[in-house]
């Protein structure tokens, strides 16, 4: 996704059709953990890469499950707490690490790796064995085709969800975009 915040929707739909009890917040936080690593790995690179162990499957099943789980039951309640003091109980509960948020951040941060492999240049999904990224799965095998197509998709369903949860209602808005 060349733009972070469209992987909300991924976490908000697995959330949505989901018939297992998802941690919301905690999908929302590992769908975008892998992109804490792209500002640091690009100045690190001098520019020649922005994504490596975050962006692997198994980085992101190891060192992004811990970074997802850390952020999910430290500074999402916090932040969104803050937002909405109502949800404090209902946050703090969905923040304490169990089987759900667990699962739910895992399923966070491997969807981003896999979405992104089917339309970013550089994915290089078997690292540490390999920095070769592979190119077997973006669409169409067209880089800028699938990225142009991937984030019309995302953009299409950002305002499709934004309109189903405007005309649920002002009442709750937040909370059922930020805690489900």
């Known amino acids: 996704m060349p733009i ?10 697995i959330h949505r059709i989901s018939k297992f009890n998802l941690n ?11 992109d804490l690593e792209v500002p640091i790995i690009f100045l690190i690179s001098k520019g020649e890469i922005d994504r490596l162990v975050l962006h692997s499957i198994l980085g992101s099943a190891t060192l992004g ?31 304490s690490v169990s089987k759900s948020l667990i699962i739910s951040s895992l399923i966070g941060v491997l969807g981003h790796v896999l979405l992104d492999a089917l339309h970013h240049e550089y994915n290089p999904l078997i690292y540490p064995f ?51």
């Open 65 to 95: 499950l811990l970074i997802s789980i850390f952020i999910s039951f430290s500074f999402y309640p916090r932040i969104v707490g803050f937002i909405l003091p109502d949800c404090k109980k209902e946050l703090n509960d969905k923040g």
């Open 130 to 180: 390999s920095t070769q990224p592979i190119d077997g799965f973006v669409l169409f095998g067209d880089y800028l085709l699938a990225s142009k197509l991937i984030s019309s998709i995302f953009i299409i369903l950002g305002f499709v969800i934004l309109i189903r949860e405007i005309r649920l209602g002002r009442n709750g808005f937040l909370k059922r975009i930020l805690v489900g």
């Open 4 to 13: 972070t915040p469209f992987h909300y929707f991924s976490a908000y739909i």
């Open 24 to 34: 919301f917040p905690a999908l929302i936080a590992g769908s975008m953990v892998p």
